[in-house]
């Protein structure tokens, strides 16, 4: 006698199985939508699907230029704070060994100098002279300035313009524009002798000292400049 034959179900653990649901019903919502894409777009026609996917196309140009032409504008509006253009013409200050410290005369003169080159568009720079504080010392920084082709030598303080007014007479194609700051380093006899005309001959001038000096030395300046053409 044959025995019955016993069917062994074999048992989903109840994690699994919630774990396999959750696994198939995205697929089921993806095939479901993919599904009825399919037919919503053969129900549309083909001329239909034609026109459709040229708006996007469009409508996908557009916005692309729209931006590249933003980047331009915010480019065009916003210059190049480095493309000032300047002359060639180089205006060059002597000076002490302070430099351009604030409340210097030397530093009224070199804003003068920059107030002059946003006229004149000229390039401006200075040096100082280090050391000894005589004219003897102040000569080879002098020849500095002349040696690199400096049109306008401007300096200011005692040394320093007793070297200027020394090397002009060697140099009649720069133009010297000379400040005594009233310092304890020797008078140039120049200075003195055109200190109430504030012009010296040739191609020397003196400035005054004080208050005016910033506003008449950008005349000087820009005057100096335009002679030159």
């Known amino acids: 006698m044959r025995q019955p034959v016993v069917k062994r179900v074999r048992q989903v ?4 199985r919630a774990k396999a649901v959750r696994d198939a019903t995205p697929r089921s919502r ?22 459709l996917t040229g708006a ?6 557009v916005a692309v230029t729209g931006y590249f032409l933003s980047r331009t504008e915010t480019a065009r509006h916003l210059p190049d704070t480095r493309a000032r253009s300047y002359k060639d ?9 302070d430099g351009i410290t604030a409340g210097t005369t030397a530093a009224q003169v070199w804003e003068g100098m920059q107030d ?6 000229a390039r401006v720079s200075y040096v100082p002279v280090t050391g000894e504080q005589s004219a003897a010392n102040a000569g080879p920084y002098l020849n500095g300035l002349l040696q ?11 040394p320093q ?37 504030g012009k010296g ?11 005016g000096l910033r506003a008449e030395v950008a005349g000087t300046v820009e005057r100096r400049i335009a002679a030159r053409g």
């Open 201 to 211: 001959s040739g191609n020397i001038t003196f400035a005054h000292p004080g208050d």
């Open 148 to 158: 690199r082709s400096c049109d306008l030598v401007l300096a200011a303080g005692g």
């Open 116 to 121: 002059a080159s946003l006229t004149t568009h």
């Open 89 to 97: 013409v180089d205006a060059c200050l002597l000076t002490g060994k």
């Open 13 to 16: 653990p109840p994690a699994r």
């Open 30 to 51: 993806l095939t479901t939508a993919v599904r009825s894409a399919r037919l919503w777009l053969r129900d549309l026609g083909g001329r239909t699907v034609v026109l």
């Open 56 to 61: 996007v196309v469009v409508v996908a140009a």
């Open 161 to 197: 313009v007793t070297a200027a007014e020394r090397a002009a007479p060697l140099h009649r194609t720069v133009d010297f524009v000379l400040v005594d700051d009233g310092g304890s380093g020797p008078k140039p006899t120049g200075s003195a002798r055109n200190a109430d005309s």
